[in-house]
């Protein structure tokens, strides 16, 4: 297995913060130039001064197809190639489904599910031509789904959907297709949550267990597009010691 991604490009998106900087962070330490994406772009400045090469910054909003083919086109623009896109933009906003705001069910199948959807379809002429890699990052939740979750969920098992179906498309064609499934990660994730009642359930979750920590999947994304081109890491599942679903 080489532990280098020497010469090698990487476009992250949701790269403000949490998985999204730790990803773009160790794909840099391991040689990669990465392109960093994000609505909050006053956040990249920082990253881009942390990396440990070349960084891009740009400012990306996933739902909006224009804004990611953009995103893709000053990528390749710049850096002459596209290796690797890790997919990690996304919110959740969990609640119940009686009495919903359903405006944030939009909201989540436009930046989890379709937004994943259009960077995928942007990037893979590119990812053809370098056999690269696409990195979906999911959620336990996009295997089993529980109360006051579905809507999120349901873009997860959308995400889980569409992969696989790409897998079987471009897999013989060189390109590897990853996804990864965290349990609890300690980020911003649960700040988006809007319902007091399921904020305090997410605090009370986090403060029940050792959560993990956004290096800790940014360690198994590395893991994945390290593998020699002729191993395939599908799927990693990773979850805290002492989460039980």
């Known amino acids: 297995m080489s532990t280098t991604l020497d010469n090698k490009v990487a476009l992250v998106t949701g ?26 772009a006053d956040r990249l400045d920082s990253l881009v001064q942390e990396g440990f090469g070349e960084m891009l910054a740009l400012e990306l909003d996933v739902t909006d197809p224009r804004s990611v083919q953009d995103a893709v086109a000053a990528t390749v623009g710049h850096f002459g190639a596209l290796d690797i896109v890790v997919n990690n933009a996304g919110l959740m906003l969990s609640g119940a489904i009686l009495g919903a705001d359903t405006t944030e069910w939009t909201r989540m199948v436009d930046t989890n599910l379709l937004g994943s959807m259009y960077t995928v379809h942007a990037a893979l002429p590119h990812l053809l031509a370098a056999k690269g890699a696409v990195v979906q990052v999911s959620s336990t939740s996009g295997r089993i789904s529980s109360a006051a979750s579905g809507a999120y969920a349901a873009t997860k098992f959308g995400i889980t959907a569409f992969t696989e179906a790409l897998r079987q498309e471009v897999t013989e064609q060189g390109v590897r297709v990853v996804v990864i499934e965290p349990g609890f990660v ?60």
């Open 186 to 245: 300690s980020t911003e994730l649960t700040s988006h949550i809007t319902d007091p009642v399921m904020q305090a359930a997410a605090k009370n979750m986090a403060e029940s267990m050792r959560t993990l920590d956004p290096d800790d999947i940014a360690a198994a994304v590395l893991y994945a597009v390290t593998q020699p081109e002729h191993v395939a890491v599908n799927e990693i599942l990773i979850r805290p010691t002492d989460q039980t679903r």
């Open 15 to 40: 790269a403000s913060s949490g998985i999204g900087r730790a990803t773009a962070l160790a794909l840099s330490k391991a040689g990669a130039r990465v392109a960093v994406g994000a609505r909050r």
